[in-house]
T-cell receptor, first 113, second 115 residues
Framework: QQQVKQSPQSLIVQKGGISIINCAYENTAFDYFPWYQQFPGKGPALLIAIRPDVSEKKEGRFTISFNKSAKQFSLHIMDSQPGDSATYFCAARGSGNTGKLIFGQGTTLQVKP | NAGVTQTPKFQVLKTGQSMTLQCAQDMNHEYMSWYRQDPGMGLRLIHYSVGAGITDQGEVPNGYNVSRSTTEDFPLRLLSAAPSQTSVYFC??????????????FGPGTRLTVL
């Protein structure tokens, strides 16, 4: 069964701290792992993505760490800011004939000033 | 570019009513999809299309129909609304890279309540 499990469900971090969100998957055929950021009342927007041939990708304060053997990947937000307060979704794309995205359950992040 | 647009933003239906959620994109994307977002369940794929005239089912297709007569438009039809269809609906579009959807661009969503 294709599933992506995301944790924690909610996260509170102080300004300047590190926010860490974890995802685990079961299907080894997934070939693309994006993270989406969603602000209240808006649609999700791509934040950062990684492919399984690399173990880490960094864009500014956002880093994806990927552990292929453990079938886990995580989002790290360094120097978290109140403007980062949003819901974050991890996802995985199947490499089969449809390439459908399977989303995690979402993590609501609150960064306190 | 307007990107992905959805109408209406909000809708209240009674059980048994039908309606169409509209989605349009102006990026000439081949791939379009509909998701529903429910608390604690992430986004679940309802239907998708890889081009005009081609549609297929996602994870939760029951109670919904789609068609794709043009590249730009991908309407979602609720045939006979049920309270279980109360949700926020998102339309998304993307290019196809190697036959697979690339970065998906989401619309602002339609919040639907079925009484």
């Amino acid at each position: 069964q294709q599933q992506v499990k995301q944790s924690p469900q909610s996260l509170i971090v102080q300004k300047g701290g590190i926010s860490i969100i974890n995802c685990a998957y079961e299907n080894t055929a997934f070939d693309y792992f994006p993270w989406y950021q969603q602000f209240p009342g808006k649609g999700p927007a791509l934040l950062i993505a990684i492919r399984p041939d690399v173990s880490e990708k960094k864009e500014g304060r956002f880093t994806i760490s990927f552990n292929k053997s453990a079938k886990q990947f995580s989002l790290h937000i360094m120097d978290s800011q109140p403007g980062d307060s949003a819901t974050y979704f991890c996802a995985a794309r199947g490499s089969g004939n449809t390439g459908k995205l399977i989303f995690g359950q979402g993590t609501t992040l609150q960064v306190k000033p | 570019n307007a990107g992905v647009t959805q109408t209406p933003k909000f809708q209240v239906l009674k059980t048994g009513q039908s309606m169409t959620l509209q989605c349009a994109q102006d990026m000439n994307h081949e791939y379009m999809s509909w998701y529903r977002q429910d608390p604690g369940m992430g986004l679940r794929l309802i239907h998708y299309s890889v081009g005009a005239g081609i549609t297929d089912q996602g994870e939760v297709p029951n109670g919904y129909n789609v068609s794709r007569s043009t590249t730009e438009d991908f309407p979602l039809r609720l045939l006979s609304a049920a309270p279980s269809q109360t949700s926020v609906y998102f339309c998304a579009s993307s290019n196809l890279a190697g036959g697979f959807p690339d970065t998906q661009y989401f619309g602002p969503g339609t919040r639907l309540t079925v009484l």
